[in-house]
């Protein structure tokens, strides 16, 4: 996938892990939209629900975030809630494209898409994922030959493995 391509839709309606929760202050910056690193903290929050919540956390406990896409479609304000809903949009069988759909009561949307790699936990390196977890990735997905390629190629090292690719707020 480029930058300049759509992230992948949701396969089917109902498919994915849901959550929800309120907005809270600390998660805004000084005009009431939600901060940028407030959305990274939420993928991660929905991450851990899901790996708690399915078998994941016994049969694959350990990933690391390669890379993420944020696309910020409408801007999230406080005070609102956000549901996000998170799903397997492409898969090998030691790593996986996780979307993260952030929507809330008033309008906003936020689309994200992560690199996730399992992790072993007794050498640290990229491991094959189990079958039980193929198995659980692979009902939201019909790609099985996810491939690494960067996105940024120039010869400069981005500053963060983060991608804002539009209308995302400044830091404050």
């Given at each position: 996938?480029?930058?300049?391509?759509?992230?992948a839709?949701?396969p089917?309606e109902?498919?994915?892990?849901?959550?929800?929760w309120p907005v809270?202050?600390?998660?805004?910056?000084?005009y009431d939209?939600?901060?940028?690193?407030?959305?990274?903290r939420?993928?991660q929050?929905?991450?851990?629900?899901?790996?708690?919540?399915?078998?994941?956390?016994?049969?694959?406990?350990?990933w690391?975030v390669?890379r993420?896409?944020?696309?910020?479609?409408?801007?999230?304000?406080?005070?609102?809630?956000?549901?996000?809903?998170r799903?397997?949009?492409?898969?090998?069988?030691?790593?996986?494209?996780?979307?993260?759909?952030?929507?809330?009561?008033?309008?906003?949307?936020?689309?994200?898409?992560?690199?996730?790699?399992?992790?072993?936990?007794?050498?640290n390196?990229?491991?094959?994922i189990?079958d039980?977890g193929?198995?659980?990735?692979?009902?939201?997905t019909?790609?099985h030959?996810?491939?690494?390629?960067?996105?940024l190629?120039?010869?400069?090292?981005?500053e963060?493995?983060?991608i804002?690719?539009?209308?995302?707020?400044?830091?404050?």
């Amino acid at each position: 996938m480029s930058l300049d391509q759509p992230l992948a839709p949701l396969p089917q309606e109902g498919m994915g892990f849901a959550s929800a929760w309120p907005v809270r202050a600390g998660d805004v910056d000084p005009y009431d939209r939600l901060r940028f690193d407030s959305v990274a903290r939420y993928l991660q929050d929905i991450a851990w629900e899901q790996l708690h919540q399915t078998a994941l956390h016994r049969t694959d406990p350990v990933w690391i975030v390669r890379r993420t896409v944020i696309d910020v479609v409408r801007p999230i304000q406080w005070p609102d809630r956000v549901r996000l809903l998170r799903w397997c949009s492409s898969m090998s069988t030691r790593w996986t494209n996780m979307r993260v759909r952030i929507t809330s009561g008033n309008g906003g949307l936020i689309e994200t898409e992560g690199f996730w790699i399992n992790i072993s936990e007794t050498n640290n390196m990229p491991t094959r994922i189990s079958d039980e977890g193929l198995s659980y990735l692979a009902q939201t997905t019909q790609e099985h030959r996810l491939r690494w390629r960067p996105y940024l190629t120039d010869a400069t090292p981005p500053e963060s493995d983060i991608i804002c690719r539009s209308r995302c707020a400044p830091p404050i």
